[in-house]
C-alpha cells in the first residue's frame, strides 16, 4: 500500500467523481456534479483499508485546490466536504453562496 503522499487524484469524469489512487487501487472518492461554474460535491468515500490515513483531507484538498484554479466555485452537500472546509477557512472564499433572488428563499415574513 502506497503512503498517502504516493496517492495521486483523478478526475473521472464518466462516473462523476475524482478518485484517489494508490497505482490501480481505488483509494477512495469524491462524487460530483458540475455546471459552468459550480461543483456539487455530493459524497465522499474512503475504503477501509485507507481510513484514518488522510486520504479523505488529501482528496478534498486537491480537488479544492483544482476547483480555485479553474476558477470555480463549490457547494458541499457532502457533510465531509464541508466540515472539511469549515475547519479550514482558507477554502471558505470557494463555497457558492446564491444571491437573493437567485434560488434563495426569501427573508422571513417578507410575502
Known amino acids: 500500500m502506497a503512503s498517502q503522499d504516493e496517492l495521486r487524484i483523478v478526475d473521472n469524469p464518466e462516473r462523476r467523481r475524482f478518485e484517489a489512487r494508490d497505482g490501480r487501487r481505488l483509494a477512495g472518492w469524491a462524487e460530483y456534479d458540475e455546471t459552468a461554474e ?6 465522499t468515500n474512503v475504503n477501509p483499508e485507507w481510513e484514518g490515513k488522510g486520504v ?3 482528496l478534498v484538498r486537491t ?5 480555485r484554479s479553474q476558477g470555480m466555485k463549490v457547494l458541499p452537500l457532502c457533510p465531509f466536504v464541508k466540515t472539511w472546509i469549515d475547519r479550514h ?3 471558505a472564499d470557494l463555497v457558492f453562496h446564491p444571491a437573493e433572488g437567485e434560488g ?6 417578507v410575502v
Request: aromatic share 8%; charged share 10%; net charge negative.
Open 63 to 67: 480537488v479544492l485546490d483544482h476547483t
Open 89 to 91: 477557512p482558507d477554502y
Open 38 to 43: 459550480l461543483i456539487v460535491f455530493t459524497h
Open 104 to 109: 434563495s428563499p426569501p427573508p422571513l415574513g
Open 56 to 58: 479523505g483531507s488529501t
